[in-house]
């Protein structure tokens, strides 16, 4: 690796700062800061209810927060304060330098348009203009995420629950992002096809060197997938360290409690 | 027509002036759908209630009126808007494009090349191109304002992925002045070109969807496309039957139930005015006429 990107690499991609926001009395997220660096894996954990989505949208400009702020390293190098963003630039962030993989893929995808097209769609919205390099760019994703390139031209909503998965995947990855939203990627999946996914997703993420904060209950997920985790409790980090660390030598009862209902293998 | 119960054509001047504002914004920024507060016709939405209003607030006591459906003179929905409009307003109408200063239509531009002294009114349906790949109304006006038109290649890329070409043949996507997507209404695609750069004011009334929208003359409007699958005019590869025309759009008219059929200019004012200039097609002399005088059981 030459020296510029190990400088790069250096720098945080992604800072929040005191993050809170409350929704009338209830507050949903409360000072919640960190940095994240390129190509690391967040996981963040807790309960239903701690807090966990809106931190999410709040990192994602989706929500403007009630104080605090999330600043972004952008591709040319300057740091941007999300909320000093302009809808446009924001709404192209999303379309290009960042993914977001929901929970429930029909958020994320285009049911009634072709699998090729559902990948296709950001390159379009980049200005692609030939159609035989979109497809070919389209069918080297769909083979990179393990879906037969047969099923090219068929609507997800013809696809199982793990292959539309798998094509949100490829579909949020075509722009080559350097940062990644997941919001339970493997929930609603049965445990066979939750493996699979996870397998895909480790190698992709090592792959493309991407950043990602993976929101998940699944302590498993966390374990297989990110490098640091933060727990969360009532809209409070609550702890936050490296993966093993945490899970394996957790300090806070909470986390204690957490770790410990999950059923021995 | 001594003491006529309406205003000059049919609506009151308020209602007109709030039209005339929402055709000068549409004019200022081409392609744009200006919302107007559209107003109930005595016709149903779908028989051109949009078309209708931009007319009536068009036009003038020296205007002449021309109006075609599917580019014929005569058919109900041209004859009864022609009529609508004889009777209100009281101004000329004609069939000949060249004689007419405002010209409503529905699904067609006339072949006759058009003038800077003349409007083209379109009756349009669905005034929103991205409607059918996202069916909120307020994600597509962010669209729209936001110049994110990705989505309207993926309906191309869609055509091609299922049919191996653009099988979009009506209604074809445009970007006007380099700026809005822009629903042609369901004009065939073989119009397109003739928007571009044309001379006569272009304007877009859609009732039921209360929205007008605009070609200024002379604006550039371009067919949306990819690099590997240019935009290409449909056309039927047929002489006109009834006058031999290889340039205009043809309608295909299915003639028996054992699979004849036969190809006419779908603009019945290019069609007769080109037979009248001697021009003939395969069938032409009428032999269906004849036949019906001559025949045994009519």
């Known amino acids: 690796m030459a020296d510029p990107d190990l400088r790069e690499n250096d720098e945080p991609l992604l800072v929040a700062t005191s993050l809170s926001k409350s929704f009338g009395r209830i507050a949903a997220c409360r000072d919640v800061s960190f940095a994240l660096y390129p190509g690391e894996v967040l996981a963040i954990v807790g309960e239903s209810g701690s807090g ?15 104080a605090g702020h999330v600043a972004y390293r952008m591709r040319d190098g300057v740091t941007r304060d999300l909320t000093t963003l302009g809808e446009a630039e924001r709404r192209f962030l ?18 009634a348009v072709s699998a090729g097209a559902n990948v296709g769609e950001r390159l379009m919205a980049v200005g692609w203009n030939h159609y035989g390099r979109i497809r070919d760019t389209a069918s080297d994703w ?28 490829a579909r949020n990855l075509v722009t080559e992002p350097r940062l990644v939203f997941m919001d339970e990627p493997t929930g609603g999946l049965d445990v066979s096809v939750q493996a699979r996914l996870l397998d895909l997703l480790r190698g992709l993420v090592a792959e493309l060197h991407l950043a990602v904060i993976i929101v998940t209950h699944d302590l498993a997920v966390a374990r297989l997938l990110s490098h640091r985790v933060m727990v969360m409790k009532g809209g409070r980090v609550i702890e936050t360290g490296l993966t093993d660390q945490v899970l394996d030598d957790p300090r806070e009862p909470y986390t204690q409690l957490l770790v410990s209902s999950i059923l021995p293998p | 027509m001594n003491a006529p119960a309406y205003n000059f054509a049919y609506l009151d001047e308020q209602t007109k002036r709030m039209i005339r504002r929402a055709i000068l914004k549409a004019i200022a920024i081409p392609g744009y ?7 109930e016709m005595p016709m149903p939405y779908g028989w051109g209630t949009g078309g209708v209003q931009v007319t009536a607030a068009i036009l003038g006591p020296q205007d002449v009126l021309k109006v075609i459906d599917q580019g014929s003179d005569d058919t109900t929905n041209a004859i009864s808007i022609r009529k609508f409009f004889a009777k209100t307003a009281g101004v000329a109408t004609t069939t000949a494009t060249e004689e007419a200063t405002v010209i409503q239509t529905r699904h067609r531009i006339p072949e006759a090349a058009l003038s800077e002294s003349q409007v083209l009114v379109y009756q349009v349906p669905i005034p929103e191109p991205l409607r059918f790949l996202e069916p909120r109304e307020t994600e597509t006006r962010r669209m729209h304002a936001l110049a994110e038109y990705g989505l309207m290649h993926v309906k191309l890329y869609e055509d091609i992925a299922r049919f191996g070409h653009i099988a979009t043949a009506y209604a074809y996507p445009v970007k006007v002045n380099a700026r809005y997507v822009m629903d042609p209404s369901p004009t065939p695609k073989f119009d397109n070109p003739k928007m571009d750069n044309c001379p ?10 209360k929205r007008i929208y605009a070609i200024p003359p002379y604006t550039q409007v371009v067919s949306l496309d990819f690099e590997d699958h240019p935009f290409e005019p449909y056309r039927f590869n047929a002489p006109c039957a009834l006058c031999g025309a290889e340039d205009s759009y043809l309608d295909e008219i299915v003639t028996d139930d054992k699979g004849s059929r036969m190809f006419v200019c779908s603009d019945t004012d290019y069609c007769e005015g080109r037979q009248a200039a001697g021009h003939h097609g395969s069938l032409s002399g009428a032999p269906y006429k004849e036949k019906a005088q001559g025949g045994t059981n009519g």
Do not use: N
Not at chain 1, 52 to 66: D, E, F, I, V, W
């Open chain 2, 33 to 39: 759908q200006v919302p107007f507060a559209s107003r």
């Open chain 1, 94 to 111: 999303f379309r290009t330098d960042w993914g977001f993989v929901h929970q429930d893929p029909a958020q994320g995808l285009r049911m």
């Open chain 1, 142 to 169: 769909l083979t990179r995420v393990e879906i037969d390139i047969a099923r090219i031209d068929d609507a997800p909503r013809t696809y199982s629950g793990g292959m539309r998965q798998r094509l949100q995947i």
């Open chain 2, 200 to 209: 006569a004011l272009q304007l877009f009334g859609a009732g039921r969807e």
């Open chain 1, 52 to 66: 966990k989505s809106t931190l999410l949208q709040l990192l994602s400009g989706q929500l403007a927060p009630s």
